[in-house]
């Protein structure tokens, strides 16, 4: 069962709750004058994290938007800086006040910073934390910094050419609830870690395959469950990668399952050929 802490009580709840095999999320996006920037993202990221989640424990998900009044521009701005991070699409999205008819029976409500909670009902209430880049000359950023227009949200953060999975790889190394700057360094780093894996999983498909080992599924199922730790995931595969006593095939199937739920294509260049990796 998946527990998550509300953030009104400080307490876990399980959810969802009662003998359902149904988990309903809402996710909440502010209302920002400024345009789509950042901030519109995580909170969908991480309801598409506890989707899949979800899905890895043997549970049906459904997960709805709701958003501003969006412009037609913005909308579609949205769904495409979306789809570039890999977040699966809702099942419905609706504008705010159509939230209650949406949201009412909601196992989780998602709230994106900046997003007031009143219109949330029933169901757990989560505060996602902040998403800033950073300024030019580093440091904090200034009044305004954590948005952009929706033209330039992509280019800001995942440049033509560069892979957008990177910013997602960057968000998921943080506790969902942590403020996270995007700084160019730390999207370098995240960009070098998958191209590093996707070789490695490459080079490990050309083993014969094994079976994940059961301490590594237990550790990720764990990690999971207690209020989806999914930095601790990532530390798991780094560590797996290492481990002298896991055989390559057990080493393939345990980022292709664990795949499932980051949503970083690990196996992306599965087919092509590579040097071994030591």
Avoid: N
């Avoid at 949205?78 to 699966?88: E, T």
């Amino acid at each position: 069962m998946l527990r998550i802490a509300d953030t009104r009580t400080g307490r876990f709840v399980e959810i969802p709750s009662g003998h359902r095999h149904l988990l309903r999320i809402c996710v909440h996006l502010p209302v920002i004058d400024t345009g789509i920037g950042a901030a519109h993202l995580r909170a969908p990221l991480v309801g598409d994290v506890l989707a899949r989640a979800a899905e890895l424990h043997g549970l049906e998900s459904r997960t709805v938007l709701t958003t501003p009044d969006l412009p037609h521009e913005q909308a579609q701005a949205l769904d495409r800086a979306s789809a570039a991070l890999g977040i699966h699409p809702p099942a419905t999205v609706g504008v705010h006040h159509l939230t209650e008819a949406f949201c009412a029976t909601a196992d989780v409500h998602l709230l994106a910073h900046g997003t007031a909670a009143q219109d949330a009902v029933g169901g757990a209430w989560i505060d996602v934390g902040q998403v800033s880049p950073a300024p030019p000359g580093g440091g904090a950023p200034g009044p305004g910094q954590g948005h952009r227009p929706a033209s330039g949200l992509l280019d800001e953060f995942a440049p033509e050419g560069a892979d957008p999975l990177a910013v997602r790889m960057l968000l998921l190394g943080h506790a969902y609830r942590t403020p996270v700057t995007v700084s160019s360094a730390a999207l370098a780093e995240a960009r070098r870690t998958l191209r590093h894996w996707r070789q490695q999983v490459a080079d490990w498909a050309q083993e014969p395959s094994r079976p994940i080992p059961a301490d590594v599924l237990r550790l990720a199922h764990a990690a999971l469950a207690d209020d989806l730790g999914v930095p601790a995931v990532l530390d798991l595969l780094v560590s797996v990668a290492r481990r002298a006593d896991v055989p390559a095939g057990a080493k393939f199937e345990t980022f292709a399952f664990l795949d499932r739920v980051l949503g970083l294509d690990l196996a992306r260049e599965v087919g092509h050929q590579h040097p071994a990796t030591p």
